[in-house]
């Protein structure tokens, strides 16, 4: 299966997503990395922008989709199975949301819905519970449009923080290709998460 990753910058998740990048590489995906301008832009104190796309490309074997002209590619000429927003922060939500491409991950994501493929968001945002809140349900009633588990990560300190159970990407995959949204979508954490 051709599977897009998009790979939008919620920095604190990213050493989540090379692991899943490695499971979904082992279980067989075929895999087409994108990321966000952020993504290439900044280092943070999670790590160098660098480091971490030349660890996408090792995992996936390809050169990682920045610009959007490679990324329209994905509707015309690279047709995906299926796409996957690991993670998929507020923001790119709310451009997703409000049909703006002005990024190479929008645009990765709008051309596959133009191929009526499924998209799978990995949810990653402060503010789940907040602004962004409005994008995450507009979004669930999106047809071809799956959500991995969510659920609030710290209560205590971050009260409006919403983000995707990571170890249930492939059985949302799996269910998503077939059609069926992966159930329960909201799922408590049973403790904190880093």
């Given at each position: 299966?051709?599977?897009?990753?998009?790979?939008?910058a919620?920095?604190?998740t990213?050493?989540k997503?090379?692991?899943v990048?490695?499971d979904?590489?082992?279980?067989?995906y075929d895999?087409?990395p994108v990321?966000?301008n952020?993504i290439?832009?900044?280092?943070t104190?999670?790590?160098?922008?660098?480091?971490f796309?030349?660890?996408?490309?090792?995992?996936?074997?390809r050169?990682v989709?920045?610009?959007?002209?490679e990324?329209?590619?994905?509707?015309p000429?690279?047709?995906?199975?299926?796409?996957?927003?690991?993670p998929?922060?507020?923001?790119?939500?709310a451009?997703?949301?409000?049909?703006?491409?002005?990024?190479?991950?929008n645009?990765?994501v709008?051309a596959?819905?133009r191929n009526?493929?499924?998209?799978?968001?990995?949810?990653?945002?402060n503010?789940?519970l907040?602004?962004s809140?409005?994008n995450?349900?507009?979004?669930?009633?999106?047809?071809?449009?799956?959500?991995?588990?969510?659920?609030?990560?710290d209560?205590?300190?971050?009260?409006?923080?919403l983000?995707?159970h990571?170890?249930?990407?492939?059985?949302?995959?799996?269910?998503?290709?077939?059609?069926?949204?992966?159930?329960?979508v909201?799922?408590?954490y049973?403790?904190?998460?880093d």
């Amino acid at each position: 299966m051709k599977l897009g990753v998009v790979i939008t910058a919620s920095f604190c998740t990213l050493k989540k997503v090379l692991v899943v990048l490695n499971d979904l590489k082992e279980a067989g995906y075929d895999l087409y990395p994108v990321v966000s301008n952020k993504i290439v832009d900044y280092d943070t104190r999670f790590g160098k922008a660098e480091d971490f796309i030349n660890e996408v490309e090792k995992i996936t074997g390809r050169t990682v989709i920045k610009d959007i002209v490679e990324a329209e590619k994905f509707g015309p000429v690279n047709k995906m199975d299926a796409m996957i927003v690991l993670p998929a922060t507020g923001d790119f939500m709310a451009k997703m949301a409000n049909s703006i491409t002005d990024n190479a991950a929008n645009l990765a994501v709008k051309a596959t819905i133009r191929n009526q493929s499924p998209i799978i968001i990995a949810v990653s945002t402060n503010d789940g519970l907040g602004l962004s809140g409005q994008n995450i349900m507009s979004l669930m009633n999106l047809k071809n449009v799956y959500f991995v588990p969510f659920g609030q990560d710290d209560y205590e300190k971050k009260p409006s923080s919403l983000v995707a159970h990571f170890d249930l990407v492939i059985p949302t995959l799996n269910d998503a290709v077939q059609g069926k949204q992966i159930q329960p979508v909201l799922k408590e954490y049973s403790k904190k998460i880093d």
